[in-house]
Every structure is written in C-alpha cells, then in structure tokens.
C-alpha cells in the first residue's frame, strides 16, 4: 500500500513536470508569467472624481433626486457596480468652494456661484449627502480643500465681489468637523458620529494658472495647511500637488522640490493626466471624421498610450529621485477630446482605457491612487457613469474600470513575453494569477498560450468585452452593451485562448501545487 501511495505521489508530480513542461514549450505565440510578487497594488486605481460642473454637465445636481430627498436609486445602483474604492470631490470647484455653505440645515444652506462653470450650484450636495453616498457604495471619501483659491486672483475678488478663497484654518476646521468626535458644530447639525474622513487633497491644479501661485508660494502654504489640518487629525493622509507648473525660467516641474521641501507633511504629489488629446495635426479624433475613417482612429488612439507611459515615468523619477516615502495620485485624467464628443461613448475606445489603466497598475509601486475618467453627468465627454433622465448606465471607460477592479490580484507580478498585439499587466492572490489583457490588432484575434513559471495551471476563465462591431455604442437603449461575458478556457496540455480584436479581456488563472 505504501509503494502504491509513492507511486500515485510520483506520477503526480511527474505529471504536474510535464504539464509545466509542455506549457513552457508552447512557443512564440505565449504569455509567460514570472508569478513572484513584486509590489501590492492600490486599491485606488480605479477612483471616482466628482464635481458640479454649473451649465456645461448636469453633473452632481443630475445625480440627486429632489423628489425622493436622496441619491438617484439607478445612480446608486450603478456606482454600487462600478464599486469605486475612493470617490474624489472637488477639482477646480474647490478653489472657490465654501465648505460651511453645503452642511447644516437644507433650508438655511445659501445658493452659490459656479465662478469657473457657469449657473448656480444649491449645495444639496455637501458633506453630509456625499459621505452618505460614499458609505452606500463602499468607497472612501477623498475631499479637496479650498487652497486660497489656488492664489488666482479671480476667486480673491470674484466676479460679484466676494472673496471665494479658503485658508488654513478653514481647511482645519473642515477636517475638525469630519473627524473630531467631538466637534460641536457637526453634533449642532445632528450628526453625533465623525465621518472619518481620512483622504484629503489640498489644492487643486495650483501649477496651471498663470496667474496662480508660484511654486515656492505653493510649497509654503502646502507646509502650512498640512501642519495645521494633520493638528486636527494625525491619521489623515494629505496629498499635495507636483506638476507642471511656470517658473521663473519657464515651465517647471514642481513634484521635485514639493517632495525635498513639504515631503515630510505629504503622502502623495499629485499630478493631472489631463489632454490625452491625439497628436496629429489632421487628427479625425477631433470632430466625426472618425466615423468614416475608424481604423485610423484606431491608430491615433494607440500613438497616445506612451505620452501616458511618458508622463508616469517622469513623475516616478521626479518624486522617487527624493524618497521612497512619497507616492503618486492621478486625482484626475481623461481623453482630451470635445466635451459632446460621441466617440467616447463607442467601443472604439475600450482598448484604449484599458491600455492607460494597464500602465498604471504596472507602475503600480509608486502610482496609488488613479483614474481616467470624471465619473457622472449628463453629457461630458468624459464621464465613466452616465445620467439620462432617472436611468443611469456605464460608459465604456466604466465598463473596463469595472472589469479590472473586480477581476485583479493584490499584488503585481511580471510578464515575462507575451505576442507583441497583447498589451498586458499581471496580477496574483495566492494561488490565482489574474492577467488584464487588451488586443491592440484592430483586425485580428490573436491566439496566446499560457505559462506561469515553476507552476501548473489548473483551470482558466476569461471574462471578454468583445463587440463584434467598433462602433458599438453605449445608450440608454442598450446599457448593458458592453457587460463581459465569462467563458472557460478549454484544459489540456497547453492552455490557451483566441484573444478577439479590440478586445478586453481579464484572465483569472488558476494554479495547482
């Protein structure tokens, strides 16, 4: 019996040789995975940004429902499936946002300018409401301070006359209110729990402006508001800003010396992937020629994923040339298209998104917190979730942000090789190697086999967005369109899978012992 049981084992094992054996041989057209961990991945690669955008998107105030008093139940339940881990309020609305005005009361909170955008903005929404929403879908809340304004003079002396900026202590009391258990103010308002509130952004976009701060200017006051809001709560992670900005010799990068100088108050610099904007000057990208012309559309799309690899990396090497401590945060990032444009809506762009969030998990040492996308409205461009009267759906961006945060690993492991069409970042939890694979070939399936060094593959599941035509266009007749469909790999001696064109695929396999 005991002969009968070392026999069973060696064949066991000899057999598991001889499956990773045949696997490592399966030639040229192979994913090969090197499965030791290299860095744990963020959970906030996939973050939501939110922001009243006045006249041009109905935005936040399309997403509350004035009849029910609440969240749009179709938006909650869209969010729920996106399931953001960090929901982002603020952007350039924060340079002239008054927090006090949107908590309290409903009936006693004051109508405000929307200085940059355009119309009027009620402050249904304030903390209270969007904490709320937070907690509903599961996300953390990440809020930006009012940075003096961002030292624009425009919110210094508004239009009408106010000054619009906020100060340190501002920021301070905002935090205080969040967090302090026993902070009178909230309590005052009916609210006897701390929200916790643990992400904030100070400032927004401060290097953009021209008229804006300096970045000297910018490093002090950043010292001063981290000093004064981390004296309310130690706990709170602060992130500062570190991009593009002009200087006295021209443009300059801030992230540098704001990591040498305000390093030890910060968690992250922040920077904006903003203008992911074809480089052609003839580019069809910019109007609807794209109809007409889609595979050179196609090829516009791919030309902008290394500006993207670009920017990443000279951020890393800025901000990792100072210390390890710091990370990275893309608060925002978008295609830099025009603001109706249809083409976001298309599957044209599927691969696209899926290239940029690729880049982003694979440089996910130092990149923590990302997105690419304004999460909801009406009409931008650019939105990840789309409102329609009081039905909600997901656009295309969304659609692959759900599929990648869902089908992940929690730390990053490394693609050996793979067919030059795949781009490919490569994930694992324990026993599970998950591989987001996007099919660059505009025409062609591309046929992979798959190899995880040292181990044997027992099982694999593909979950594709596949649509057979590149125009397939997301609607509120079709809000499903681009849902994934799960499919088994077939077993054998060599697993492997028929990658569609343009597609986007998210791989969960399974490793035996």
């Known amino acids: 019996m005991t002969g009968r049981r070392e026999f069973l084992k060696r064949s066991s094992i000899g057999a ?19 499965p030791t961990p290299v860095f744990d991945i963020s959970p906030y ?9 006045g006249t041009n998107d109905g935005s936040v105030e399309a997403a509350w429902d004035y009849r029910a008093d609440d969240w749009l139940g179709s938006f909650v339940d869209a969010v729920k499936d996106l399931a953001p881990d960090v929901i982002r309020f603020g952007g350039i609305f924060a340079s002239f946002n ?46 930006c301070v009012n940075f003096l304004g961002d030292g624009r003079p425009e919110y210094r002396k508004a239009w009408d006359g106010s000054d619009r900026t906020g100060d340190a202590n501002e920021a301070a009391d905002w935090v205080a209110y969040a967090n302090d258990p026993d902070n009178k103010e909230r309590k005052s308002h009916g609210v006897a729990e701390p929200y916790n509130i643990k992400l904030w952004q100070i400032g927004n976009e401060t290097s953009y402006s021209k008229t804006g701060f300096g970045k000297d200017e910018a490093v002090r006051h950043t010292i001063e508001f981290a000093q004064k809001m981390r004296a309310r709560d130690r706990s709170i992670k602060l992130i500062g800003w570190g991009d593009w900005g002009n200087g006295p010799g021209g443009r300059e990068l801030w992230a540098g010396d704001m990591a040498k100088r305000a390093g030890d108050q910060l968690d992250y610099i922040a920077f904006h992937m903003m203008g992911q904007g074809p480089s052609r000057k003839d580019s069809v990208l910019r109007s609807y020629q794209y ?19 670009a920017r990443v990396k000279e951020m890393e090497d800025a901000v990792g ?25 298309e599957w044209l ?29 009406t009409r931008w461009a650019s939105n990840a979730v789309m409102i ?24 990053a492991v490394t693609v050996k090789s793979c067919p030059a069409e795949l781009d490919i970042a490569a994930s694992r939890t324990g026993d599970r190697v998950y591989l987001h694979v996007a099919n660059t070939s505009y025409s062609r399936a591309v046929e992979a086999s798959f190899s995880v060094q040292g181990r044997a593959i027992g ?20 809000p499903d369109v681009f849902k994934p469909k799960e499919k088994a790999i077939g077993a054998g001696p060599v697993m492997k899978w028929s990658f569609p064109a343009r597609s986007v695929s998210a791989v969960e396999l399974e490793l035996t012992a």
């Open 291 to 309: 109809r007409k012309f889609p595979e050179r559309a196609w090829e516009e799309l791919l030309e902008m994923g290394p500006k993207v690899q």
């Open 388 to 411: 329609s009267g009081r039905l909600t759906y997901l656009m295309p961006v969304a659609s692959v942000m759900r599929l990648f945060k869902r089908v992940n690993g929690k730390q």
């Open 459 to 478: 099982r694999g599941t593909v979950h594709e967005i596949a649509p057979e035509d590149p125009m397939e266009t997301v609607c509120e007749a079709t």
């Open 45 to 53: 690669l996939y973050m939501q940004f939110m922001e009243p955008l």
């Open 349 to 377: 762009t599927g691969v696209y998104h899926a290239r940029i969030f690729n880049i982003y998990q694979r440089h996910g040492g130092m990149v923590k917190i990302a997105t690419n996308a304004d999460f909801e409205g």
């Open 321 to 345: 040339a100072v210390t390890p401590k710091l990370k990275l945060a893309i608060t925002e990032g978008h295609m830099g298209l025009f603001r109706s444009s249809m083409l976001t809506h």
């Open 98 to 143: 008054k927090w006090r005005e949107a908590v309290g009361p409903v009936a006693s909170r004051p109508w405000m300018y929307n200085y940059l955008w355009g119309g009027k903005e009620t402050n249904r929404v304030g903390t209270h409401e969007f904490v709320d929403l937070c907690r509903r879908v599961g996300a953390e809340p990440l809020y």
């Open 16 to 34: 598991a040789a001889s499956a990773i054996a045949a696997a490592q041989a399966a030639g040229p057209g192979q994913v090969v995975i090197e």
